[in-house]
């Protein structure tokens, strides 16, 4: 496993950008796929996207298509999410995640794909 420390949520108006940063130690980072999910107060945690270990390939939300765009930096051991046109509906606390024992593909939108998480980090998004 691996430790994962989540930062950059907050406050911002709808419509407005926050970026999202995961912070990695432990294994070798650029050897597994990371993803980032949410969940909001009552909510079930969803799927929001996903990125393979050499940055190959991206997978998305439906919900989140278009306004998010998930990125990694392996020399910095880092993965982000920068989220823009943010809606009220995107309120809520944002976890990084990390498969490190290479479920693969199938199990990227999926929480049981991954065995290391963060701590979460709040958005808020105001209307």
């Known amino acids: 496993q691996v430790q994962l420390v989540e930062s950059g949520g907050g406050l911002v108006q709808a419509g407005g950008s926050l970026r999202l940063s995961c912070a990695a130690s432990g294994r070798t980072f650029s050897s597994y796929a990371m993803g980032w999910f949410r969940q909001a107060p009552g909510k079930e945690r969803e799927f929001v996207a996903a990125?393979?270990?050499?940055?190959?390939?991206?997978y998305y939300a439906d919900s989140v298509k278009g306004r998010f765009t998930i990125s990694r930096g392996n020399a910095k051991n880092t993965v982000n999410l920068q989220m823009n046109s943010l809606k009220p509906e995107d309120t809520a606390v944002y976890y990084c995640?990390?498969?490190?024992?290479?479920?693969?593909?199938?199990?990227?939108?999926?929480?049981?794909?991954?065995?290391?998480w963060g701590q979460g980090t709040q958005v808020t998004v105001s209307s």
């Open positions: 990125i393979t270990s050499s940055a190959g390939s991206t």
């Open positions: 995640a990390a498969d490190t024992y290479y479920s693969g593909p199938l199990y990227y939108t999926r929480g049981s794909g991954y065995d290391s």
